[in-house]
């Protein structure tokens, strides 16, 4: 069967760049036999804000829980707001939760590519490290490696939507067979 790669991250721009670099690392997942489902910015901006104290949910809360739920593996793209997480995606990731008592708890044995696009590299760095972080809290397992793209110094895109850096073409192909190639031998409890 083939792997159902989610997708999740963007904002409200039309095109950001860490919703393209999602795109990218999906459509190469793609070639590579995967099924995939992107949620952009405006899937995401459509979601309430998460409250655990509410079981009520929205059919797109309900359509991201259960996308994740029927998922192999993750890949989430955040810009760099004030030195992290954007609350969109940070909101998407919290109504999450709701797959805490699955038998598959939270992400657990899912591959999990991490994107961010800020405007600095030192936010490009802590945002990464915190997207790492939670992952791991969240019982998956981060791809060795991550991207964090400066968009002031790097212009990924040309104008008609294609990825023109080399360097970063390469890194999203590695993070796509790093997705794809990843398995884990579970041992019997
Ligand atoms: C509210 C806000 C906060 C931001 N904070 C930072 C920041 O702390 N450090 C940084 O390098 N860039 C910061 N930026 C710039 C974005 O990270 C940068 O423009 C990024 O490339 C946007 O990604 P996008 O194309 O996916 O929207 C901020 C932008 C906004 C709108």
């Not at 991201?64 to 998922?71: I, K, N, P, S, Y």
């Amino acid at each position: 069967m083939a792997r159902r790669i989610v997708g999740l991250g963007g904002t409200f721009r039309p095109n950001s760049s860490s919703e393209r670099l999602v795109r990218s690392v999906l459509t190469t997942c793609e070639a590579l036999g995967a099924e995939t489902r992107m949620f952009d910015g405006p899937a995401l901006a459509a979601l309430p804000h998460f409250n655990p104290e509410s079981p009520e949910r929205t059919p797109e809360q309900t359509a991201l829980v259960q996308a994740v739920r029927q998922a192999d593996a993750l890949v989430i793209g955040t810009p760099g707001y004030h030195g992290g997480l954007s609350g969109l995606v940070k909101n998407a990731i919290d109504l999450l939760e709701d797959t805490r008592t699955d038998a598959r708890v939270y992400w657990d044995g899912m591959p999990v590519g991490l994107i961010v696009s800020a405007a600095g590299w030192q936010a490009g760095g802590v945002t990464l490290g915190a997207l790492r972080g939670i992952v791991h809290a969240m019982r998956g397992w981060p791809t060795p490696v991550g991207l964090a793209i400066n968009s002031i110094e790097q212009k990924p895109f040309g104008p008609d939507g294609a990825l023109v850096d080399d360097g970063i073409a390469a890194q999203i192909a590695l993070m796509a067979r790093q997705i794809m190639s990843f398995s884990l031998e579970k041992i019997p409890a």
